[in-house]
């Protein structure tokens, strides 16, 4: 490779073991940890800190600038960003500055991720996935595909929330009074979904498929329906043999990395 395809601001600091594609530029005081693979046409603005072991695919942009950027170049900073740990962040991804990101990250192509964001430990941001910025996201969060998910927006450990759902926060547009949606733990939202402003999903409900949910849901309960209603327990649905399978955090038999399975198979 010519070094002419890589352009690295002298202050930057690159660990051992970083593999560089053709055309990536990484601007001033950022840190690239050892191990780290960087695709071509990948640019890095300023103050981004790739951590260790991470993977970013090529046309990316980590720590792409706020609004401000464009109203105030002379005096605009650009906040930090942190990719954690043996994170994967496939083609096309845009990260804004200010964003945190936890270790184990995995996105699909095509993600966008605004200011403002705290993502937590092992999350898998699907493609195309659209989040407005402001919004924290705990630990081993499932988003697939293009999921919305607007400003103030709360989701805690634990939680899947399927293709095309959307998490609103605006009960008077264009007013721009927003209030985020809250999602606990271990809760589930099915394709399609549309969750409105200031509604909070409880502990380990289920929201049914092409929901439209207005008011809060409680813990344990399946809603579903436009508008969704209470339809019972969701200790009461079972599979094609007759077994319970939610709260699923209970019955989940495959392995998938989730801290109670590691400890049952080193038991």
């Known amino acids: 490779m010519n070094k002419i395809d890589i352009v690295i601001h002298e202050s930057v600091k690159v660990?051992?073991?970083?593999?560089?594609g053709h055309n990536v530029i990484v601007a001033k005081g950022s840190v690239i940890e050892e191990d780290v693979v960087i695709e071509?046409?990948?640019i890095v603005k300023e103050n981004v800190m790739i951590k260790k072991g991470s993977f970013v695919g090529a046309n990316s942009?980590?720590?792409e600038y706020s609004a401000g950027y464009y109203s105030n170049r002379k005096d605009y900073y650009n906040k930090e960003t942190?990719?954690?740990?043996n994170s994967i962040i496939r083609s096309g991804a845009i990260i804004y500055n200010d964003v945190i990101i936890g270790d184990n990250l995995q996105t699909g192509h095509r993600v966008s991720i605004r200011e403002e964001s705290r993502i937590g430990n092992n999350v898998s941001i699907g493609t195309q996935c659209d989040l407005q910025g402001k919004l924290t996201i705990g630990n081993f969060v499932r988003l697939h595909s293009s999921v919305n998910v607007g400003q103030l927006?709360?989701?805690k450990d634990y939680v899947w929330i399927y293709p095309y759902v959307v998490l609103t926060n605006d009960p008077y547009p264009p007013m721009g009074?927003?209030?985020?949606v809250t999602v606990d733990e271990y809760a589930q939202i099915a394709t399609g979904s549309i969750i409105m402003p200031g509604v909070?999903?409880?502990k380990n409900a289920l929201v049914g498929a092409g929901s439209l949910v207005k008011k809060d849901v409680s813990a344990d309960k399946v809603v579903s329906g436009n508008p969704a209603k209470e339809i019972c327990s969701v200790k009461y649905i079972r599979n094609n043999q007759g077994e319970r399978v939610y709260p699923w955090k209970d019955y989940l038999k495959d392995y998938r990395g989730y801290p109670w399975q590691e400890k049952k198979s080193q038991d």
């Open 153 to 155: 927006s709360n989701i």
């Open 177 to 180: 009074e927003l209030v985020g």
């Open 200 to 202: 909070k999903i409880g």
């Open 40 to 42: 071509s046409n990948v």
């Open 82 to 85: 942190v990719i954690g740990e």
């Open 15 to 20: 660990s051992k073991n970083v593999i560089f």
């Open 61 to 63: 942009i980590l720590g």
